[in-house]
């Protein structure tokens, strides 16, 4: 089955250090792109990748940085910079090329910084 | 500002009880509507993209509607197993592949 994987569904660190949240899909899809949602707020874009070794900076990318080295994969580091990394991580990706582009999500991953 | 608005924040029917959630958003130029169902702890679900205004979508008991203001997701006769967040988004003209712009959610109660 095709679809979207975030590993692991529960994270849990120490303030100060760095943390990384995989994503992976398998629906060849070109651009992949990552989400934080918190309690009463609309889910805001961090990252997003259209195409393998390129990626741009969403609304709220400071303390976060990205890497898109397979088309597959693209995962996310939170940096111990990032005030208040505690939140709900998505993962998801679309396939731009068509005219409208839908965008599917993998389970999500929970981060939890003391 | 925000560009997509929804409401009612929150809203419990009783099971069987029809209603509407509304999404009005204020983009320049509308490339595509998205309507997402999250269930808790889990990802957004992908529901119905719409295009243009007079555009409807229907699925099992879920239908939704789109005007150049707003849209519409209306609920008929609903079962406790609706009960989720459902979430609102919004792609402009020109956006391509810059990530969607998404509304708080509502989240729906449906009692037994």
């Known amino acids: 089955d095709g679809g979207i994987t975030q590993s692991p569904k529960y994270l849990f660190r120490k303030e100060g250090q760095n943390v990384t949240l995989s994503c992976e899909q398998n629906?060849?899809?070109?651009?992949m792109y990552w989400y934080r949602q918190d309690p009463g707020q609309g889910l805001r874009l961090i990252y997003y990748?259209?195409?393998?070794?390129?990626?741009q900076k969403g609304d709220i990318a400071e303390g976060y940085s990205v890497s898109r080295e397979k088309k597959e994969s693209f995962p996310l580091t939170v940096t111990s910079a990032q005030k208040n990394p505690t939140a709900f991580y998505l993962c998801a990706s679309s396939n731009p090329g068509a005219p409208v582009s839908e965008q599917y999500f993998g389970p999500g991953t929970r981060l939890t910084v003391t | 500002e925000d560009q997509v608005t929804q409401s009612p924040e929150a809203l419990r029917l009783q099971e069987g009880e029809s209603s509407s959630l509304n999404c009005s958003y204020t983009v320049s130029g509308l490339r595509g509507l998205f309507w997402y169902r999250q269930d808790p702890g889990k990802g957004p679900e992908f529901l119905f993209t719409?295009?243009?205004a007079g555009e409807e979508k229907e699925k099992e008991r879920l239908k939704a509607t789109l005007t150049k203001k707003e849209s519409f997701l209306h609920i008929t006769a609903p079962k406790p197993e609706d009960s989720a967040t459902y979430l609102c988004a919004v792609q402009e003209v020109g956006g391509g592949a810059d990530g969607l712009t998404f509304g708080k959610g509502t989240h729906l109660i449906i009692q037994p």
């Open positions: 629906l060849n899809h070109d651009a």
């Open positions: 719409l295009y243009s």
């Open positions: 990748s259209q195409i393998v070794n390129d990626f």
